[in-house]
C-alpha cells in the first residue's frame, strides 16, 4: 500500500481521498511465544467492518470520518483503536487581488506600472501551505504577502498563481 499524505494541524488530521492508507498489526511475543496475526478488519464511521489486506483500496467521501480498526492473533485476542480524519481532495480557492494603479481594458486586460501592488490570497479548511506566483514562464516565487514588479519590462506579461493546501492539494 501506499504511504498517505498525512498532515496533522492543531491535531486533526487531513488526507487527500486519493491517499491510500492501511493498517500493520504485530502480535506481541510473551515468555518467547507469539500465536501471529490473524487478520484485521477496519471501518469507516459506522459502516461494517471490513477485511483489510495489501490490496484493498479504500474510497471515502470528502468531510470529516473516523476510522476503526482492529486486530486479532491467531487465538482470538483483540486488539481495536480509532482515529477522526478529515479528507480534504479539493484545492483552495485562490485569486489575485491587483491594487492601484491599474487600468482594466474592455478586453479584460490590466495595464499596471512597477509600484502597482499585487497579492494572492487563497483558503482552504485544512490550511494553505504555500502560495507562489510567477511572471512569464520565470520560475515560482513563494509569496509572502504583497508584491510588485519593479524592473520588469514595459509590454505584456502573464502573471500565473497557485496555491497548495496542508493536505497536499
Not at 20 to 40: C, H, L
Not at 71 to 79: H, I, R
Not at 111 to 134: C, K
Not at 135 to 161: K, T
Request: proline share 6%.
Amino acid at each position: 500500500a501506499k504511504s498517505p499524505s498525512v498532515r496533522t494541524i492543531d491535531e486533526k488530521t487531513y488526507i487527500r481521498g486519493k491517499d491510500a492508507f492501511g493498517f500493520q498489526a504485530t502480535d506481541p511475543v510473551t515468555e518467547n511465544v507469539s500465536s501471529g496475526v490473524d487478520r484485521i478488519e477496519y471501518r469507516i464511521d459506522s459502516g461494517e467492518w471490513t477485511a483489510w489486506n495489501e490490496n484493498t483500496e479504500i474510497i471515502i467521501p470528502e468531510g470529516e470520518h473516523v476510522v476503526y480498526y482492529r486486530a486479532y492473533d491467531k487465538v482470538n485476542n483483540l486488539t481495536e483503536d480509532s482515529r477522526p480524519f478529515t479528507v480534504d481532495s479539493d484545492p483552495p480557492n485562490i485569486a489575485m487581488v491587483i491594487g492601484e494603479p491599474k487600468f482594466a481594458a474592455v478586453d479584460g486586460s490590466i495595464f499596471a506600472g512597477g509600484n502597482t501592488p499585487f497579492l494572492v490570497e487563497a483558503t482552504d479548511p485544512s490550511g494553505v501551505n504555500v502560495i507562489e506566483y510567477r511572471v512569464d514562464d520565470d520560475p515560482w516565487i513563494r509569496s509572502g504577502g504583497e508584491f510588485r514588479l519593479f524592473g520588469i519590462s514595459d509590454g505584456a506579461h502573464v502573471i500565473g498563481y497557485r496555491a497548495t493546501d496542508t493536505a497536499g492539494n
